[in-house]
């Protein structure tokens, strides 16, 4: 027989899992929706072309990590790496740029595909959830961005955040530090890896993001982005700094802090997490300044800002974090029947709850009163409903609150008003 086995770098969430990311998805929706942000669904694969464009082609995401094939009628396709780009190709498509009420504020969630060294926290599907912010003309709009991001960690109940930020200045700055680095790298690309040699040639600021231990050693002493910032550039980020102070949020300015996509200028930004236990999988969400990537995908320039969190991981650090809290699956009540006559006058009844909001379940086989006790209490039941034949004789339920271990006889058209009266929701 066939043993069919998941594919490199997949999981399979079910129960507290599923649970838990749509909870977590739930909670980022409704901040976004508090902060002004519309839903945009957008297709699962686009042309190679768009990511190939707008990440970079000398990104990892589209050299090393994009799922990309030929289609039955020859199209290069590739699974989309991330959200940000199809987003704008919808924005030009369906010229939503076309409107007097900029910016947008566009937020998503959706699968993304990397073909990434799978690791803890690192997946070849993962989901992000994310805002995009077009057509800005503030740098308010910047910071509301990093707000959004920092606020949804405290709402999903991170104790600490640590937030990284750094500027990547403009087009100009970033001409002048990419030249900077290519002097100061040139006598030493010899003796650095051929991932290197190759950014080296194509995008030198890419070599940043580097992570072979020996050519760390070179890295560090390579010149810094803020001495190329130019007076705008500077003026810019010092505008969204101090705004952050205003607000009373803490931040450490990481001068390292490249990003590993193309389209960024100005600010970049990344939220970390590092449990009590010292888990830490990275950056947890992160997002960024650009300015040319709605032009580049054929609409106007449209100056834009934002962000995507990695639902898995926040997934997997808040479980460690808050296993108490984590949601559980549960039910209401459980019913249980003695006999095939009562089975139905349950099985009626729970049809009944739960057209009055409760979760109901039962067994529709013949079980011992023993093991359908079990099952309610592996399903997390609150109450048990049960029935045999006197009960059904006399047009009542025996109802057991499983916790208090407390039982009661309920009129059958008293069920939904008492339960309601006890159920804490
Ligand atoms: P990114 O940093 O490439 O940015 O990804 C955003 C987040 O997705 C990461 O911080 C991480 O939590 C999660 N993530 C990335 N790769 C994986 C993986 N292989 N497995 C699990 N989680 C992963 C972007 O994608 C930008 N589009 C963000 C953005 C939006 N910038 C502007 N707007």
């Given at each position: 027989m066939a043993n069919y086995q998941p594919q490199r770098g997949t999981y399979d969430a079910y129960y507290e899992d599923a649970l838990n990311i749509e909870k977590i998805e739930g909670i980022l929706s409704s901040l976004a929706s508090v902060y002004g942000y519309n839903p945009i669904i957008t297709p699962m694969y686009e042309s190679t072309s768009l990511f190939a464009r707008s990440a970079g082609e000398s990104s990892d995401i589209v050299t090393k990590e994009m799922f990309n094939f030929v289609d039955k009628s020859g199209r290069e396709i590739a699974l989309r790496p991330e959200l940000t780009a199809g987003v704008m190709r919808a924005v030009v498509t369906n010229k939503l740029?076309?409107?007097?009420?900029?910016?947008l504020k566009l937020c998503y969630c959706g699968p993304a595909f990397r073909y990434e060294r799978p690791q803890q926290g690192r997946y070849r599907q993962f989901t992000q959830f994310g805002i995009e912010t077009v057509g800005?003309?503030?740098y308010l709009s910047d910071v509301e961005n990093i707000m959004f991001g920092y606020n949804a960690l405290q709402m999903l109940g991170f104790p600490h955040i640590i937030l990284k930020i750094n500027s990547i200045g403009d087009e100009e700055s970033r001409n002048n530090y990419r030249k900077a680095l290519k002097d100061f790298f040139a006598p030493k690309i010899?003796?650095?890896?051929d991932d290197c040699k190759r950014r080296f040639e194509t995008?030198?600021?890419?070599?940043?993001?580097?992570?072979v231990e020996e050519d760390q050693e070179i890295i560090k002493d390579a010149p810094k982005m803020s001495d190329f910032l130019n007076d705008f550039s500077k003026e810019y980020f010092n505008n969204i700094t101090t705004e952050l102070d205003n607000l009373g949020v803490e931040y450490e300015l990481d001068p390292t802090l490249v990003r590993?996509?193309?389209?960024?200028?100005?600010v970049v930004f990344e939220y970390h997490y590092i449990s009590e236990e010292g888990t830490n999988l990275g950056a947890i969400g992160a997002g960024g300044h650009y300015d040319n990537l709605v032009k580049e995908v054929g609409g106007p320039q449209l100056s834009s800002v934002g962000l995507a969190f990695g639902v898995e991981r926040l997934n997997l650090l808040l479980k460690e974090l808050s296993p108490d809290t984590y949601a559980k699956t549960e039910i209401d009540v459980y019913g249980i029947a003695i006999g095939e006559e009562a089975r139905v006058e349950v099985y009626h009844a729970m049809e009944f709850l739960r057209s009055n909001g409760f979760a109901c379940d039962m067994s529709f086989e013949n079980k011992s009163m023993g093991a359908s006790f079990k099952i309610a209490t592996r399903k997390n039941a609150k109450f048990a409903l049960i029935a045999g034949e006197d009960e059904i004789k006399n047009g009542v339920f025996q109802v057991k609150d499983?916790?208090?271990q407390e039982q009661e006889t309920v009129k059958a058209e008293d069920l939904a008003e008492y339960l309601q009266n006890k159920i804490e929701f």
């Open positions: 740029y076309a409107t007097k009420d900029l910016p800005v003309n503030s010899g003796c650095m890896c995008n030198p600021l890419r070599i940043l993001d580097c992570k590993g996509l193309d389209y960024y200028s100005h499983l916790k208090k």
